[in-house]
C-alpha cells in the first residue's frame, strides 16, 4: 500500500518561503512512471492545484503560482520537496501531495498539512 507523508511547517511568516516534503513508501515509484502532484485547499478558494513532478523529473507549474515554485525530488526520488517564495497570508491552506499517472486523477494521497501564514 503506497502511503504520502506531509511534513509540517507550522506557522510561516509573510515573505519567507515555505519547504514541504512529502515523503512517499509502500510502492514501487522508484520504478514505475507517475505524476507527484501538490494541492492546497483554503477556505476562500477552495481546491487548487499547485504543480507536478514526474517520474523523469519534468515539472510543471499552475500559471498564476509558476513565479514562485518549485517542485524537486532527492536522489532516493521517495522523497519530493514543494517550496513557494514569498508567502502571503493568501497561501495559508493545506496541503496535500498526490501521487497518479496525470495531473487532474490521483490514486493516492496524503493526510495535509496544515500552513498558516501569519506574522
Known amino acids: 500500500q503506497v502511503q504520502l507523508q506531509e511534513s509540517d511547517p ?32 483554503s477556505p476562500g478558494k477552495g481546491l487548487e492545484w499547485i504543480g507536478y513532478i514526474t517520474d523523469s523529473g519534468s515539472t ?6 509558476k513565479s514562485r515554485t518549485s517542485i524537486s525530488r532527492d536522489t532516493s526520488k521517495t522523497q519530493f520537496t514543494l517550496q513557494l517564495k514569498s ?6 491552506a493545506v496541503y496535500y501531495c498526490a501521487l497518479g499517472n496525470n495531473y487532474y486523477l490521483y490514486d493516492y494521497w496524503g493526510q ?6 501569519s506574522s
Open 112 to 117: 495535509g498539512t496544515q500552513v498558516t501564514v
Open 87 to 92: 508567502v502571503t497570508p493568501e497561501d495559508t
Open 10 to 41: 507550522g506557522l510561516v511568516k509573510p515573505s519567507q518561503s515555505l519547504s514541504l516534503t512529502c515523503a512517499v513508501s509502500g510502492g514501487s515509484i522508484t520504478t514505475n512512471s507517475y505524476y507527484l502532484n501538490w494541492i492546497r485547499r
Open 60 to 65: 510543471y507549474y499552475s500559471p498564476p503560482l
